[in-house]
């Protein structure tokens, strides 16, 4: 099964107010916001308004102070009590999820949704971030992405090798990769190099022969639990050469937050 952070990558549909129909009253007053995403998390603590936040959900770990809030459930399984109790004035969720827009309808407070799925949403989620909260800055941090990726554009666009990102090894065989409408598409893409994936599925299962019949130049497998040699024992015991395989490792790998230039240079150095 894939991480559950990958819940948190997708998804975008109506929200209860937009960024544009608050008044700049209501934003000084909304100070207990509760939040669902790890991404979510990371872009509220570099923007500067982190001190708004009182609760996030288990997965959002990163940074230390995360981990020091309440936590307000997860995606699937949110908890209205604490929600309630901490007199939340806002909900922002990456995605889309019925029960948090029930919760702020019921506490007639907003409701903001995101989405992470490409690196413009990284971005335009930067933007809605910003608008909202008077003192949120994350104009650098976009800035610093897209320079990142044009100095790496100079050194792979020449040869523009074929990538394979692996997203998951499941023992019966199966792998999951990024796809073509993932923001491992952008990075790629926008350091000069190409994915190599099938066609649609931002997320594709395929098998051993599917992988074969690519032919990647080179593969990325990702590794947020830290496994190291256990993924390339399990790459290789499906009878995969290994010979162009990278492990990109840390926790930061499957989430398009404040680490997302970690993230690129990472995959920079594995194709190096």
Known sequence: MISATLIFLTGCGRESHSAEAV???????????????PSLTEIFYLSGAFWR???????????????ELPVAG???SPSLELITSLGATS???????????DIAERLGIPYYQYSFDSLDDVFESCSRVEHLYPEADLTAFSGEIEQTMDSLSLLFSADSPEVMIVVYLK?????TLA???TFYFDILNGCGCTLAAPETGSYPSVSVEGILSIAPDRV???DPYEAGETLLRSWRSNGL???????????HVLIPGARLRELIVGIAQCLN
């Open 220 to 222: 990325i497998i990702l």
């Open 241 to 251: 050469d290994d010979s162009n395989v990278a492990i990109l490792s840390g926790d």
């Open 74 to 76: 997860d995606f699937l």
């Open 23 to 37: 008044q700049d009253d209501s934003l000084y007053a909304d100070t207990s916001v509760i939040l669902f995403g």
């Open 53 to 67: 936040v009182a609760a996030v959900d288990r997965y959002s770990t990163w940074p230390s102070q995360a981990s």
């Open 91 to 101: 909900i922002h969720v990456v995605g889309t999820n019925q029960s948090l827009l």
């Open 179 to 181: 796809g073509k409408d």
């Open 171 to 175: 023992g019966d065989g199966a792998i």
